[in-house]
């Protein structure tokens, strides 16, 4: 039986429960638990566990086994802006890397921790993970003087280190250039763990608006997520505004949200004011109903520092038969963008995309198929299958 560690870290400390819940978020929340989940249910041969370090939970160390993986957190230390440190994590994977020689897989590259790990294990079987977080060489020329002294230590540990990543698995075709200045050599694939296409059932324009109550006569424009800077909220909620100047039918619907004091969301006021229609966040099991009901997806990525893949909602969009206008589908893996939608470069191209896909919905075809074909599970599981057997 061949056995993969996955190894993670808390990033999103507000999400997290800080000890053992009823629900076992505790244990399961997050990418690292995305992989685990992969490699459990769909590729047949592997036992897989995932290790977390979290200087957020109020214990030392947890451990328990969730449908089949197990799990295993040690609390971790801050070290100053550099990120956590675990003794008793890095002592552990020495040890499991002594008695059976597994895979270890890192969730996100360029952090404190990947360097750590690659540090302490070297001629380990290694395969590490971007998704979105940001390259030192990136950083040093776009942050304040504190980050850039941060930025020119992670350039050193990278220089070091990344030599023993066996393979990247890279989610923005814009970070490649970022890796190979520390791995030239390196060995990558742009890859996604996949969606779960059952969760998002395809039904009619006309029924998801009727359950939903909203006009059938109207046109939709979708944003599903967080509202903060680097999905430029507020630069979509100003074209759409310039749209709706000769297309008063068509509406911005916003979904998966909360307000400011909550979240910390900077445009919810924005959002609030401009009349956007808010729905909050809801229930996964309910999102298709809001793809299904609307005319197109739109998710903005044209800063320079969004370096996010396709998008997870842009996917489940497509899975929902609406297509999507945004420059994130330059990471879609297939051949046929054209049929799914739009991958626009500039704000002004942005405004054009989204009404030509109001004015012309027959020209998107292929959309769930396509997911299908390139993103169900079944298809990012066998990926990673000749990934990890390749090394």
Not at 261 to 285: F, P
């Amino acid at each position: 039986m061949n056995r993969v560690i996955v190894l993670c870290n808390n990033y999103e400390e507000n999400n997290f429960p800080k000890e053992p819940d009823d629900e076992n978020r505790f244990f399961t929340y997050g990418f690292g638990s995305s992989f685990g989940k992969l490699i459990n249910s769909y590729m047949t041969g592997y036992e897989v566990e995932v290790w977390r370090i979290d200087r957020y939970c109020n214990d030392k160390y947890y451990s328990k086994t969730v449908n089949g993986i197990k799990y295993r957190v040690f609390r971790s230390t801050p070290v100053y802006k550099l990120g956590d440190y675990s003794g008793n994590f890095l002592k552990e994977i020495k040890k499991e890397n002594r008695t059976s020689s597994p895979v270890f897989l890192i969730v996100h590259t360029n952090t404190w921790q990947t360097y750590q790990i690659l540090f302490s294990l070297k001629e380990a079987r290694i395969v590490t993970t971007h998704h979105g977080d940001w390259s030192p060489f990136f950083l040093l020329h776009n942050s304040s003087l504190i980050r850039r002294m941060k930025a020119i230590l992670g350039i050193i540990a990278e220089k070091i280190t990344f030599r023993y990543v066996k393979f990247f698995l890279i989610c923005d075709i814009h970070q490649v250039s970022y890796i190979a200045k520390s791995a030239p050599k390196m060995k990558y694939a742009i890859f996604s763990t996949g969606l779960d296409i059952s969760k998002f059932k395809s039904i009619s324009k006309e029924e998801a608006r009727k359950e939903l109550g909203l006009e059938q006569d109207k046109k939709y424009i979708l944003y599903v997520g967080k509202m903060y800077k680097y999905k430029q909220v507020d630069k979509l909620i100003e074209i759409w505004k310039d749209i709706k100047k000769t297309k008063p039918e068509v509406e911005l619907l916003i979904v998966g949200n909360e307000s400011r004091e909550n979240w910390g969301e900077e445009y919810y006021d924005l959002a609030l004011s401009s009349g956007a229609k808010i729905i909050g966040r809801v229930l996964n099991i309910e999102l298709y109903k809001y793809y299904s009901a609307a005319d197109v997806y739109v998710l903005m990525a044209l800063r320079k520092d969004y370096f996010g893949g396709p998008g997870i909602a842009p996917l489940e969009s497509l899975a929902c038969n609406v297509p999507v206008v945004s420059f994130s589908l330059i990471n879609y893996l297939g051949d046929n963008v054209e049929e799914i939608g739009e991958v626009p470069e500039t704000e002004e191209q942005y405004r054009d995309a989204i009404i030509k896909v109001l004015d012309y919905p027959g020209r998107y075809k292929n959309m769930r198929e396509s997911i299908m074909k390139f993103y169900s599970l079944e298809v990012s599981a066998g990926r990673l299958d000749k990934i990890l057997k390749s090394i």
